[in-house]
T-cell receptor, first 114, second 115 residues
């Protein structure tokens, strides 16, 4: 049973436009949500996080929105750049502190074209 | 600053051969360490985590095992590889941000191909 789902395996966006990556979850006990970015043959790198008590967190071109009633979060990238082309993983943490059993979605491959 | 190293970066092994992937962390003490595997279309799956020397927890039954002989060393092993063990293996350690979020920092990964 996948607790974190990214239903779109790929997304193509034109440079300068907005990229919106979506993620749904089933466990209402998740405490934090995170987005990671991964280039081929590299480990994922942390991008941005949001606490379950917030509905928005912004960091430069990246904004994460959380809709707890819908159990849905999204990552907005504005404006999109070719260097943003990568696989983006949504992840959820069932608890803060201590060991961290992050649960990941399957990922969405973003392609930003000129 | 904290860094995490994994090796080898790539490995091609025959079915039935043993495996040893190594991960070391620098710049921190008593880290929580993790092994994840990325399989096609399945995202990142947690295999093992460790909160201290000799303490290993397994998340899924499988052909693999993990050990933590030293505080900053985490090893993933197998006695006999299966074709299904092929994948991209990632070591990680966890860090708590000022926001309270517990973030995993990953190594560069080890690509294993079993033939």
């Amino acid at each position: 049973d996948q607790q974190v789902k990214q239903n779109s395996p790929s997304l193509s966006v034109q440079e300068g436009r907005i990229s919106i990556l979506n993620c749904d979850y089933t466990n209402s006990m998740f405490d934090y949500f995170l987005w990671y970015k991964k280039y081929p043959a590299e480990g994922p790198t942390f991008l941005i996080s949001i606490s379950s008590i917030k509905d928005k967190n912004e960091d430069g071109r990246f904004t994460v929105f959380l809709n707890k009633s819908a159990k849905h979060l999204s990552l907005h990238i504005v404006p999109s750049q070719p260097g943003d082309s990568a696989v983006y993983f949504c992840a959820a943490s069932p608890a803060s502190g201590g060991y961290n059993k992050l649960i990941f979605g399957a990922g969405t491959r973003l392609a930003v074209h000129p | 600053s904290q860094t995490i190293h994994q090796w080898p970066a790539t490995l091609v092994q025959p079915v039935g051969s043993p495996l040893s992937l190594e991960c070391t962390v620098e710049g921190t003490s008593n880290p929580n360490l993790y092994w994840y595997r990325q399989a096609a279309g399945r995202g990142l799956q947690l295999l093992f985590y460790s909160v201290g020397i000799g303490q290993i927890s397994s998340e899924v039954p499988q052909n693999l095992s993990a050990s933590r002989p030293q505080d900053r060393q985490f090893i993933l092993s197998s006695k006999k590889l299966l074709l299904s063990d092929s994948g991209f293996y990632l070591c990680a350690w966890s860090l708590v941000l000022p926001s309270g979020a517990n973030v995993l920092t990953f190594g560069a990964g080890s690509r294993l191909t079993v033939l």
